[in-house]
C-alpha cells in the first residue's frame, strides 16, 4: 500500500513488498547497499522494515530477506530447528547450537499436519 497523496487513502502497490528485518541497523544496512531495490517511507520510521521493489529483486535475492523477516516473527524453537532450503547449502544459514532437526515428514506447526 502506498500513500499518493497527503490525507489521502493509501492504494495497492502490487510491484512492492514490505518485509520486516532483525532490527534499524540491519535495515540501515539494506536501505544504503541498494536505494534502487530497498526504500522505506515516514510510516515505516523507528521500525524494522524495509519496502522492497520486486521487479528490482530477483527471486534469489528476495528468498534470504522472506526467510529471514520469517525468523523475526517465527516461535524461537522453529527457527533453531530449520533444515536447509531446497538448494541451498548448510553453510548459507545458521543453525543454533545441539537442536534436534525434524524429520523429513514432520511438521513445525506441532498439530499432526504431514508435509510431503
Known sequence: MERVAPKKARVPQPNVIAVRVA???DKDFLL???PVEFFTE???DGF???LVRL???TARELRP???EAWRCQAPKDWTRRRRPLVGERPDDYILSHATPELAPH???RGDGHVTH
Open 65 to 67: 530477506l522472506i526467510t
Open 32 to 34: 544504503a547497499r541498494d
Open 55 to 57: 521487479p528490482a529483486v
Open 106 to 108: 514432520e511438521s513445525p
Open 23 to 25: 532490527n534499524l541497523f
Open 42 to 44: 515516514a510510516h515505516y
Open 48 to 50: 524494522p522494515a524495509i
